[in-house]
């Protein structure tokens, strides 16, 4: 069996050496940025990392996981220009570097491109394969549609908005982790059990992104600390410091909230010493730290050795500890 570490060296390679070679250079010029800038290549390792615990040689279905990298790197570009974002990893944004139109037009070549890669799988189980992977991203479209909506309303509430992350972040590592297992020929029982996997994985995920566009290190984390509180995103950290927050509290994130103009340190350095008054980093790690636990007791009721759940076991403990 191979670590994460192993895992995530093939996925690298394997992106790296991927060629465009149709016309217009153009055209294929900004996937190939995207798909360099690095990431950490989540998706494509969990399912990689879930095949193993069937099979050996997890690098044999290298072209479907980087289909579903593909993927998730498409929704990004269309994300950003979206949200107006100028910096992703590091770098600039597509539009950014290029212009709004090459970012939807990329975009949408590099969704067929990654229906293109999801294919490349044995006929037996492609039917499976293209029916999850396609459902998968409709509803990922779901989400970010209510993601949109939520950015007009004042009363999201916390169950609206952890559907909302299941729709538009976890249902993509559930299905990462479910094809795993199907190309592995898993037991039906056991591949619906990694979806459930994926989707505990993919809630405590999010919820961290959303602690550490907060409290992360700019250096580390890739983008500029306090987009979500600039934007007013109503995320679970926003949506329960309104929900907590006594008179005067509440009044002080309404103003911020309802500011048309504002100094932009001066806001984030605000809304953040009220998230510390009221108690909401604490609140958001132990939501973080109950998906991790609901994640942990899914994978033991999955029916293989616990050696080989091991290497599963260290990533996501990976992905806990991270602070990017």
């Known amino acids: 069996m191979l670590t ?15 060629r465009y070679d149709r016309k217009p250079f153009s055209l294929y010029e900004p996937m190939q940025y995207v798909l360099s800038i690095g990431g950490k290549r989540i998706r494509p390792v969990l399912m990689l990392l879930s095949y193993n615990l069937w099979k050996e040689h997890p690098e044999d279905i290298l072209m479907p996981a980087i289909g579903l990298e593909t993927y998730h790197n498409y929704t990004l570009l269309h994300d950003d220009l979206m949200d107006n974002a100028d910096v ?22 590099m969704l067929v491109l990654a229906y293109q890669r999801m294919q490349q799988v044995p006929a037996d189980k492609l039917p499976a394969v293209l ?12 989400g970010q549609e209510y993601d949109m909506t939520f950015e007009t309303r004042s009363d999201v509430t916390e169950d609206e908005y952890i559907e909302m992350i299941r729709l538009k972040t976890s249902v993509l590592l559930a299905c990462a ?13 056991d591949a619906v059990l990694m979806y459930q996997l994926g989707e505990k994985i993919g809630l405590a995920f999010q919820l961290q992104d959303d602690l550490l566009d907060v409290y992360g290190d700019p250096k ?13 995103k109503k995320t679970y950290m926003l949506i329960n410091a309104v929900n907590r927050a006594n008179a005067r509290q509440r ?33 958001c790690e132990e939501k973080i730290n109950h998906y991790f636990e609901q994640a942990s007791q899914t994978l033991s009721q999955i029916n293989v050795t616990e050696e080989k759940k091991q290497y599963i076991r260290s990533y996501m403990d990976e992905l806990l500890h991270r602070d990017k």
């Not at 580390?220 to 007013?232: L, P, Q, Y």
Request: net charge negative.
């Open 4 to 18: 994460s570490i192993e895992i995530l060296q093939k996925v690298n390679d394997c992106i790296d050496n991927l």
């Open 88 to 109: 992703r990893r590091g770098h600039e944004t597509v539009h950014r570097r290029w212009d709004a139109n090459k970012a939807i037009l990329s975009g949408d070549s």
């Open 131 to 142: 029916d999850l992977f396609t459902v998968t991203a409709l509803e990922i479209g779901e």
């Open 177 to 189: 982790m479910k094809i795993g297992a199907l190309l592995a020929g898993a037991p039906q029982e």
């Open 220 to 232: 580390v984390f890739g983008k500029a600390i306090g987009g979500d509180i600039t934007s007013n």
């Open 251 to 283: 009044q002080e994130l309404e103003q911020w909230i309802g500011a048309k103009e504002f100094n932009r340190q001066e806001k984030v350095a605000a809304v953040t010493r009220l998230y510390d008054e009221i108690g909401i980093r604490q609140l």
